[in-house]
């Protein structure tokens, strides 16, 4: 079974069609590259996925439960967590502080009991600032950090909060070329524990990541498999300009 399935979701405004039955299964533990051309979809689907729009029809599954349309919260609440694009961190606070930020607004009841004065915070400080990389960066103002480690500090946010599903978009967007391989790196660290879904248009890094790689064109399923499949497809070829995948 998918940890996640998407069934046949379809999202239209009035007549325009951005998601046109869309189906992909997730399996656990795995990480699955959703590429496509400008326009695709794919910010639309992840929108889909987290609740923060709702599909016109379709269904989306996480381990077997109906999701679809639930609140934006409540999705979270289950253990789906989400890294948009632009930046979150709070610039004026220390990279402990908008740990700490991230930590007390878990979603899970017991801990808020408890909030980050715990053992548990210092432990998970301890596991997700040596994934993140940020050990050393713990006391330094969050509006210091390099680009790269700001995306890093933002991922470690969205750890703090322990999803089971982590959802990215375009995460190296912007990265110098050292960045991208330190961030390749922690996403091959992070797979082994977490299922991750993740947005993205530069090859080179999806190619060093994925295990599946997923192609939408024009809100539809395009292709799906290996990177090395995907890039030989003859159909995925043609949707991008210059017969390459970029
Ligand atoms: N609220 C909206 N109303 C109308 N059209 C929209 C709305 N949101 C997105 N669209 C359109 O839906 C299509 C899909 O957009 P989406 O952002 O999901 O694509 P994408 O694959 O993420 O693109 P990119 O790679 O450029 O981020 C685009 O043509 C976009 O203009």
Redesign the pocket.
Known sequence: MGMLEIRDLNKS?DA?H?INGFSLDVTELTLCCLV??????????MDLITGRQKPTSGQVLFYGDDITGLDEHEIARRGIGRKFQVPAVLKDLSVRENFQVAYSRTTNPLRNIFKFHSKGFERKLDEIGTLAGLNERLDTQAGLLSHGETQWLEIGMVLMQDPRLLLMDEPVAGMTEIEIEKTARIFNQLKKTHTLIV?E?DMGFVREIADVVTV?HM?SLLAQGTISQVESNPRVKEVYLGNEVH
């Open positions: 405004y325009i951005i496509g051309p400008n326009g695709a979809g794919k910010t639309t689907t947005v248009h939408m809100g």
